[in-house]
Nanobody, 121 residues
């Protein structure tokens, strides 16, 4: 089992920044990729950014150039730095883990509880 705990959400004005953190514990040896996913109001959950155990990253078009996903292996923590935030970035952000590549929502086996991000205009 893998446990994920997110933190760092909140209310921010458009143009501002937030850094989300995801603390990972448990059977982490089985994990290949970690992802951040967002569920906006009235919309389906979607992938925001992925980072593999090798450090490869991938981003949804909406976050390219503004978001940075990173990991600190010593702290078993994954981060999502979000800059130049827009109102459309509002939603619940989930940290998730998978033994796969992490490019497909259905791959993720373990999920955090989510953290709310609200961007005001």
């Amino acid at each position: 089992q893998v446990q994920l705990v997110e933190s760092g959400g909140g209310l921010v004005q458009a143009g501002g920044s937030l850094r989300l953190s995801c603390a990972v514990s448990g059977s982490i040896f089985s994990i290949n990729a970690m992802g951040w996913l967002r569920q906006a109001p009235g919309k389906q959950r979607g992938l925001v950014a992925v980072i593999t155990s090798g450090g490869s990253t991938n981003y949804a078009d909406s976050g390219k150039g503004r978001f940075i996903i990173s990991r600190d292996n010593a702290k078993n923590t994954v981060y999502l730095q979000m800059n130049s935030l827009k109102p459309e970035d509002t939603g619940v952000y989930y940290c998730a883990a998978t033994e796969g590549l992490g490019y497909d929502l259905g791959e993720y086996d373990y999920w955090g509880q989510g953290t709310q991000v609200t961007v005001s205009s």
